[in-house]
């Protein structure tokens, strides 16, 4: 039986790479001890404004936590990935793609 190929491992690679990226620096970006509550605007019941709480440190922090246990339940699925495109540039690359010489019935 014929083993299902995985014709998508290019891309699945390259966007996790890319996310993982992302992620690294979203978290790079805002370190615990510099983050602030986030501010926005909120319209009331009688078309007024009021400040409100966005985002607080907590939460920012909680989603912080998440996206770093994230990052590391991806990486062994990048490895994965990398490995499973090294190993198919290997066999390609020891695989030959027929003899040099033409059987002689194609020869006429």
């Known amino acids: ?13 390259d966007w996790c790479e890319k996310t993982l990226a992302e992620w690294e620096k ?3 970006d805002h370190p615990f001890d510099k983050l602030e509550d986030r501010w ?9 404004v009021t400040h409100v709480i966005v985002a607080s440190i907590e939460q920012q922090k909680e989603s912080h936590r998440k996206t770093m246990k994230d990052i590391f ?3 062994p699925r990048v490895n ?15 695989k030959g793609r027929g003899d040099t010489e033409m059987p002689d019935i194609m020869k006429d």
């Open 40 to 48: 926005g605007m909120k319209t009331t019941q009688k078309g007024g």
């Open 1 to 13: 039986m014929a083993l299902k190929k995985n014709r998508f491992i290019d891309r699945n690679l």
């Open 80 to 94: 994965e990935l990398r490995a499973e495109e090294d190993a198919k540039k290997n066999r390609n690359d020891e």
């Open 26 to 28: 979203d978290v790079s």
């Open 73 to 75: 339940d991806l990486l």
